[in-house]
């Protein structure tokens, strides 16, 4: 029967395990520098787009904290929390989900046209968002 | 060919922004362009440039039919479909909305 002998195969499953380390702590950190920058492209292009009536929905839009399991990990930037009104157009006294304004803002109605705040700053800061989640991988693993 | 020419080749109305006519139809498009951006750049000069659009597809009724007609026409244009978003429903007017975004790339 065949036999192989290897040398400084040590080293390499030290140096995978040496790197897995560094990416699980630097995976969350990319993710929040990441958000951070979109969440401030969201509320710079919400406001060019005028949806800034009271300054509650812009305020809104925040990043989550980061969620997940040990092999995925993700974090959401969406308007969160509720408008201190309801729909008075329609009678109602509802407090409404910023949530519903967004969406409502994204996508327009048959009525109302879109304000795509949300598709034209993730195309807009998409470089940017890379740029930050790389700065914070080169600092966290010495690459 | 201009976006609403393209979308128009599909058998149904299309505004920019907001449908304004009087009778409005039971299904149609609006459209809205989200950016512009140089695609290319060679001696200083912007020489392809990139557009993205915001498509709705408003449709009373069962749209996948008109959906798929829709990509096709926009597939044989030349436009790139990036997402076809979550479709919603407007109890009020009986409209299924469909946000479809779009790339164009135009050469200079």
């Given amino acids: 029967m065949g036999e192989f002998n290897t040398v400084g195969l040590e080293d390499i499953i030290e140096a ?128 | 060919m201009s976006i609403k020419e393209i979308l128009e080749s599909a058998g149904l109305p299309a505004q920019r922004g907001v449908y304004t006519g009087r009778d409005k139809p039971d299904a149609y498009y609006t459209f809205l362009r989200l950016l512009g951006t140089p695609a290319l750049n060679a001696d200083d000069e912007e020489k392809d440039s990139r557009e993205m659009y915001r498509v709705t597809l408003f449709h009373k009724g069962d749209f996948e039919a008109q959906l798929d007609k829709t990509k096709e026409i926009l597939k044989a244009a030349g436009v790139y479909i990036n997402s076809i978003d979550a479709e919603s429903y407007e109890v009020e007017t009986g409209y299924w909305l469909v946000p479809i975004t779009i790339e164009i790339l135009k050469e200079e």
Avoid: C
């Fill in chain 1, 16 to 143: 995978f395990s040496k790197r897995e380390a560094a990416t699980v702590e630097a995976v969350p950190k990319m993710l929040k520098a990441g958000a951070d920058v979109l969440v401030e492209a969201q509320k710079a292009e919400a406001m060019a787009m005028g949806l800034n009536e009271t300054g509650g929905f812009i305020n809104s839009i925040k990043a989550t904290d980061v969620k997940g399991s040990d092999t995925e990990k993700y974090v959401e930037i969406y308007p969160q929390g509720r408008a201190g009104h309801g729909n008075d157009r329609k009678g109602d006294k509802s407090k409404v989900r910023y949530a519903t304004i967004g969406f409502v803002a994204e996508y327009g109605t048959s009525k109302q046209q879109a304000r795509p705040y949300m598709t034209t700053a993730n195309e807009k800061a998409h470089e940017k968002v890379v740029e930050a989640q790389r700065n914070i991988w080169e600092s966290e693993t010495g690459k």
